[in-house]
């Protein structure tokens, strides 16, 4: 976070006091040290036993692209939940170095005591939504991009993802938003609100280089069907006027939030569509409450709530082995 750490601290600790009133928080911290520092941070605002800090040292913060995929579902009584590892190269190779990033998958699935099964593929999590019903969305600008699995065509990463996270159906967008370092991750484009609902960013001004690419993975996604041949509801999801760092387009996007146990949250930008969007995602979930994170100084590091974030099933928390 270039020109703004010490800025970024304050979302933090409004991410996991907005959290913590509902579900428990693990953290992945680098040593006592920071823990201590994050205690102290979190006290005036965080009950005891609300949070459990982890000792998992990172190159980078984003959970969602270098952490587990927790998996439920399974037929194994002993095992219901699993963690699948993907394969990590941030980003293509783009922020060495990332060896501490690669072995995070791992080191969550022990501090929760599930079962970690490798997987044969490059993946962030941040390039795939699911609808909990077999269905997941991505693009072929990340997953097709020759910098994360160049020996594997369509076909072998469909099959990889079918036989790793239990889908049967993908739903193929094409291009991210501008200013994405990320080649397309789709968190940021289109997410799915229920079974057969998804949010998708749209941009009206014809000018805006993401115009284009937001109509058209809107057009796939209104040629989608399911296999008994029903079609998705589409709720357009407006994006934010455009954001710049030193002179960078930054990948702010509404559809970058993070559903929780009965709230979600929700980025802001200090925009006039923060409005607007929050009121679209409030009419998505009615059983939830909205809340808004000043995600300005998040962006500044390319990313936002729901790449910082990879949530658990629930029951896991209570057989964490904490350090």
Same mark, same amino acid.
């Given at each position: 976070?270039?020109?703004?750490?010490?800025?970024?601290?304050?979302?933090?600790?409004?991410?996991?006091?907005?959290?913590?009133e509902v579900? !428990?928080?693990?953290?992945?911290?680098?040593?006592?040290?920071?823990?201590?520092?994050?205690?102290?941070?979190?006290?005036?605002?965080?009950?005891? +036993?609300?949070?459990?800090? =982890?000792?998992?040292? #990172?190159?980078?913060?984003?959970?969602?692209? =270098?952490?587990?995929?927790?998996?439920?579902?399974?037929?194994?009584?002993?095992?219901?939940?699993?963690?699948? /590892?993907?394969?990590?190269?941030?980003? %293509?190779? /783009?922020?060495?170095?990332?060896?501490?990033?690669?072995?995070?998958?791992?080191?969550?699935?022990?501090?929760?005591?599930?079962?970690?099964?490798?997987?044969?593929?490059?993946?962030?999590?941040?390039?795939?939504?699911?609808?909990?019903?077999g269905v997941?969305?991505?693009?072929?600008? !990340?997953?097709?991009?020759?910098?994360?699995?160049?020996?594997?065509?369509?076909?072998?990463?469909?099959?990889?993802?079918?036989?790793?996270?239990?889908?049967?159906?993908?739903?193929?967008? +094409?291009? +991210?938003?501008?200013?994405?370092?990320?080649?397309?991750?789709?968190?940021?484009? #289109?997410?799915?609100?229920?079974?057969?609902?998804?949010?998708?960013?749209?941009?009206?001004? =014809?000018?805006?280089?993401?115009?284009?690419?937001?109509?058209?993975?809107?057009?796939?996604?209104?040629?989608?069907?399911?296999?008994?041949?029903?079609?998705?509801?589409?709720?357009?999801?407006?994006?934010?006027?455009?954001?710049?760092?030193?002179?960078?387009?930054?990948?702010?996007?509404?559809?970058?939030?993070?559903?929780?146990?009965?709230?979600?949250?929700?980025?802001?930008? +200090?925009?006039?569509?923060?409005?607007?969007?929050?009121?679209?995602?409030a009419d998505?979930?009615?059983?939830? =409450?909205?809340?808004?994170?000043? !995600?300005?100084?998040?962006?500044?590091? &390319?990313? %936002?709530?729901? !790449?910082?974030?990879?949530?658990?099933?629930?029951?896991?928390?209570?057989?964490?082995? &904490?350090?």
């Amino acid at each position: 976070w270039p020109d703004c750490l010490d800025a970024i601290q304050w979302p933090m600790v409004d991410i996991v006091a907005a959290l913590a009133e509902v579900e !428990c928080v693990h953290i992945n911290i680098l040593d006592a040290a920071q823990s201590s520092y994050v205690e102290r941070q979190l006290a005036p605002r965080v009950p005891a +036993g609300r949070v459990h800090l =982890h000792s998992i040292p #990172t190159n980078d913060a984003w959970c969602r692209d =270098h952490g587990a995929i927790f998996c439920t579902g399974y037929a194994d009584a002993e095992y219901p939940v699993v963690a699948a /590892k993907f394969r990590y190269n941030a980003w %293509g190779g /783009k922020y060495p170095p990332f060896d501490l990033d690669a072995q995070v998958a791992e080191r969550m699935a022990a501090a929760l005591a599930v079962p970690c099964l490798e997987q044969p593929m490059v993946l962030e999590g941040g390039a795939i939504d699911v609808n909990g019903c077999g269905v997941l969305l991505t693009t072929e600008q !990340c997953l097709l991009n020759p910098n994360r699995n160049p020996s594997m065509n369509r076909a072998a990463i469909e099959e990889c993802l079918e036989q790793a996270l239990g889908v049967d159906t993908i739903i193929w967008l +094409g291009n +991210g938003i501008d200013g994405d370092d990320t080649d397309g991750h789709v968190d940021e484009l #289109t997410r799915f609100v229920a079974e057969r609902r998804v949010v998708t960013a749209i941009e009206p001004n =014809h000018d805006d280089p993401n115009h284009e690419p937001l109509q058209e993975n809107r057009r796939r996604l209104e040629a989608f069907r399911f296999a008994d041949g029903g079609a998705l509801e589409i709720v357009d999801l407006p994006m934010p006027a455009p954001l710049h760092h030193r002179g960078q387009r930054l990948p702010a996007s509404y559809a970058n939030f993070y559903i929780a146990n009965d709230l979600v949250l929700v980025p802001e930008f +200090g925009v006039a569509a923060d409005t607007v969007a929050a009121d679209v995602l409030a009419d998505c979930f009615p059983d939830r =409450h909205i809340v808004a994170i000043d !995600c300005r100084h998040l962006v500044v590091g &390319l990313g %936002g709530l729901h !790449c910082l974030t990879q949530q658990v099933p629930a029951g896991l928390s209570r057989r964490s082995r &904490l350090p």
